[in-house]
């Protein structure tokens, strides 16, 4: 078995389409296409766009003859195999709805597990819904409550018979699909893409963003059920007629060496992840690792997520330049699934562009003012974001103040966006629709941020913020000090801030530590407490937890609301001092919960 290849026999024609089975038809005409690498790094399935478009369309004349009409929602749970393609494009073809779910289990294992699924078919309102073997137990549990049509693995509905009259394809203003947000600050919500707004991101991605050429090839470890993964790494490179090779995710978490790898062997010009991606392959490469690697195709590096870090970002370049690996290929970007994927992209073979703020102006005045040459001795007053780029053609973004009043360069205020793919809205939910999407099509992303010029910056999420004698600290400055922590990984912390006494706020950071003694505990939370108030001037409490107790979205990041949920919880319930809530620092009145 040899993966499909990278040169196409077809001509190129990118994302020149008004619908995906448009997308699909015409990549089906050439030779490339899926490839699925399991868990030791072996090619297990190769799925040609040619043999997907048959499977497809043969599988939507049975998914077709299950509904009662078009736009029906069929459930995926989306792991990373071939079925998950199949069952999406016949939905396609079909004139359903496909509906990605999440294919993870976290903190809190199956009962969570399936406590959100059933919460995701409740407001998708699915009829139908598949699932892997290992999934279709869970799934069936948490459909138990609901009357649907048809609940079954691949091979159940393989078996089904299919309708002879002739299928509809869908056309612009049809639903694409439905994709959840990753719930960060909120539970997830359903927004509505349609083909029209899908195609126009695509559009925008392959030509403008990532300027796709013949010749390119993908590599994704990202979940299918997140926008990244599912935009970014499935639809994207099938409407430019490109190959991608996919390992599965947790096979990333296990092995994180074996995405490096695959782009090395397979001559990748193009792969993305979140930081916390890169920053795992660092922490798990040997210098006789790098020797075996060729990195020198990899010419777009993609970084998308909240505020991108980029110390730990600069330090992976270091390390895999002797791989061939050019820290130009570095290009931020930012985007969310409110807008199917992206909003801007930084320019291309220029790597990672920084900008350099004073943090006690920035956190005393929201003004992100440039920190010019600091004295060594002051360098901490200097923080650094991320330059994000211009927005996508047809894209454009304000920053807002309070008061709705649009703010000039450098001033730190809501997002904005408007563009052709921003969302039809939330699914069946037209109050959360009308909090974030105006009549005139803005969309509140309720994300931080500046603009330099026509450039946008994140500094963080809007909830996420911690207000503490009225300067703003952002999460991840505290995370990064506990970070720095021997001990201590990245993503190990959670930092967020409950309510005091008097109605201000109360930094937390939650640490999840190795085990130790409780003297090695005690010294790492004042070790961290003191570095939180020697940076910060400000006293935080430090709640030492064990290792994967911090929750996390169905995309991997961090729930900070969740975490904090979680924390007053556990002071409400514990008791003596397992958790120590009468640690220096810790809110008085959650003092007084703990007893």
Not at 167 to 178: H, I, K, R, T, V
Not at 204 to 224: C, E, M, T, Y
Request: proline fraction near 7%; glycine fraction near 8%; include cysteine.
């Amino acid at each position: 078995m040899t993966p499909t290849p990278t040169i196409n026999a077809l001509p190129l024609c990118g994302a020149e389409f008004t619908t995906l089975t448009e997308a699909l038809d015409y990549a089906a005409l050439g030779n490339t296409g899926f490839n699925f690498y399991d868990g030791s790094g072996k090619l297990a399935t190769v799925m040609p766009y040619a043999q997907l478009q048959q499977d497809a369309w043969s599988l939507a004349q049975r998914l077709w003859g299950l509904a009662s009409a078009r736009g029906v929602r069929v459930a995926i749970v989306a792991e990373t195999t071939p079925d998950f393609m199949r069952f999406f494009f016949a939905c396609q073809y079909a004139g359903l709805v496909p509906v990605p779910l999440p294919a993870a289990i976290h903190i809190g294992g199956h009962k969570v597990y399936i406590e959100n699924l059933e919460r995701l078919l409740e407001t998708c309102q699915a009829e139908i819904a598949i699932a892997p073997d290992t999934y279709l137990p869970l799934l069936k549990e948490a459909c138990r409550h609901r009357k649907m049509r048809f609940v079954g693995r691949p091979a159940d509905f393989d078996q089904l018979p299919g309708r002879g009259d002739a299928l509809q394809s869908p056309g612009p203003q049809d639903l694409a699909y439905l994709q959840y947000t990753s719930g960060s600050t909120r539970f997830p919500r359903g927004v509505m893409v349609t083909q029209a707004q899908v195609m126009s991101n695509l559009r925008a991605i392959v030509h403008n963003g990532l300027q796709v050429v013949k010749g390119d090839r993908a590599v994704s470890w990202l979940p299918f059920y997140h926008d990244m993964g599912l935009v970014g790494f499935v639809l994207a490179p099938l409407a430019a007629q490109l190959s991608v090779d996919y390992m599965d995710p947790r096979s990333f978490a296990m092995r994180p060496k074996r995405w490096l790898k695959l782009i090395s062997a397979n001559r990748a010009t193009m792969s993305f992840s979140p930081p916390f991606g890169y920053e795992l392959c660092m922490k798990n490469l040997k210098a006789k690792d790098i020797a075996q690697l060729d990195l020198s195709s990899w010419r777009v590096a993609g970084l998308g997520a909240e505020p991108i870090r980029p110390e730990p970002l600069q330090h992976f370049a270091t390390m895999l330049r002797p791989a061939g690996f050019d820290e130009h290929a570095f290009m931020a970007g930012y985007g969310m699934a409110e807008c199917a994927l992206a909003v801007s992209f930084s320019p291309l073979g220029q790597g990672l562009q920084l900008d350099r703020v004073d943090r006690e102006k920035l956190a005393a005045t929201d003004q992100a003012i440039p920190a010019g040459a600091i004295p060594s001795a002051s360098c901490n007053r200097a923080k650094l974001f991320v330059d994000c780029g211009e927005p996508l053609p047809g894209y454009a973004f304000e920053i807002r103040g309070e008061q709705g009043d649009v703010l000039p360069e450098r001033s730190v205020g809501t997002l904005f966006v408007r563009g052709p793919s921003v969302m039809a809205g939330y699914f069946a939910d037209p109050v959360a629709t009308g909090q974030v999407l105006a009549a005139d099509r803005w969309l509140n992303t309720g994300d931080r941020a500046y603009r330099i010029g026509r450039r946008l910056v994140i500094t963080g999420r809007e909830k996420d913020m911690i207000i503490i004698n009225g300067r703003n600290v952002w999460p991840q400055d505290l995370e990064s000090l506990a970070e720095a922590e021997p001990g201590v990984r990245t993503g190990d912390a959670s930092a967020f801030a409950v309510a005091g006494d008097e109605g201000d706020d109360q930094a937390v950071l939650v640490v999840q530590c190795r085990n130790v003694t409780k003297a090695r505990e005690d010294g790492l939370a004042s070790r961290i407490r003191e570095r939180v108030l020697g940076e910060w001037g400000i006293v935080c409490a430090v709640d030492l937890v064990p290792r994967h107790t911090l929750p996390r979205t169905t995309s991997g990041k961090l729930s900070r609301a969740r975490a904090c949920r979680d924390y007053i919880q556990r002071l409400n319930s514990t008791r003596g001092d397992a958790f120590r809530p009468n640690a220096p620092g810790a809110p008085a009145r959650l003092k007084r919960a703990a007893g």
